[in-house]
């Protein structure tokens, strides 16, 4: 379930980060028009992957009995493939807002455009390696990369990253600390 969840929170983000790269017809690394294409094809891949992705688990746990009949009842069960979806695209949501949000707090101005600018900041983070602390310090790099490359001030960048960083991840770690250790 683990997995399907991360699959699908990784196909949002992905999903949107393309969609802004062709709307926006650029990217931090230069990408022009010409690249749509491609881009179009990463998506219907990782689509597909996620479609096929229980018939996947199936095979793949074949030799182990209980795994095997997990992904059998995983694959009967589509409805769970489909929320996971509608959740991963709210989330997907929720942090866009949250992120033009503080940016805007911080001085920045925000429209549409800037709006595609941050799904290319989720693909761009998506795709880039780091598990430590929840890629803190590569968020904050990608940020002020792909939004830099965009013309927003870099320091309202990181700041606005680290402290979303903090609104999501630090202050509910330190609370949940706070109500385990009571317990």
Known sequence: MTLISNYAQFTSSISFGVIACIILKQSPLGWEFHYTWLLMLLLLGILLCYIFITKLLVWLYSPKRFLHR???DLKGNQSFQLKTVFI?????????????CMLYAMGENISLT?????????????LSPGIILGKLFVRESVAAWVLGYAGMNVAVVMGASFLLWSINLFVPTLVGVVICKSK
């Open 88 to 100: 991963s695209l709210m989330r997907h949501g929720v942090f866009t807002t949250q992120f033009a």
């Open 70 to 72: 997990f992904a059998l």
């Open 114 to 126: 800037s709006i595609f600018w941050i799904w290319q900041t989720y693909f761009w983070l998506t």
